[in-house]
């Protein structure tokens, strides 16, 4: 049974500091990223990264320079170290993974077949 579970998520001043962790089970995945969803906003893209060693990162421009992604393969876990945080990064965060890696669509939600249930993460002003 395949299992993206996240954690880290809560609630962080302005300027603060979180980490998400993505623990993963049940299937050998190509690619994960990150999403995220704010109230009243569609889902998008925030980060990902292909499962082997070496390959590209990938970040939206709105946390590019305060987010980063990585992964720990003996652990099976995906990482999203967040900081400097801003109100607007106040969203549901889920986790995404897929057997396939596309180059050119690792952005796009329909990229993912598999989905955590998601972390909160409130950012304070």
């Known amino acids: 049974q395949v299992q993206l579970v996240e954690s880290g998520g809560g609630l962080v001043q302005a300027g603060g500091s979180l980490r998400l962790s993505c623990a993963a089970s049940g299937r050998t995945f190509s690619v994960m990223g990150w999403f995220r969803q704010a109230p009243g906003k569609e889902r998008e893209f925030v980060a990902a990264m292909p499962t082997w060693s070496g390959g590209n990162l990938y970040y939206a421009d709105s946390v590019k320079g305060r987010f980063i992604i990585s992964r720990d393969n003996a652990k099976n876990t995906l990482y999203l170290q967040m900081n400097s945080l801003k109100p607007e990064d106040t969203a549901v965060y889920y986790c995404?993974?897929?057997?396939?890696?596309?180059?050119?669509?690792?952005?796009?939600?329909?990229?993912?077949?598999?989905w955590g249930q998601g972390t909160q993460v409130t950012v304070s002003s």
């Open positions: 995404a993974a897929d057997l396939v890696y596309r180059t050119r669509a690792y952005s796009s939600q329909t990229n993912y077949g598999f």
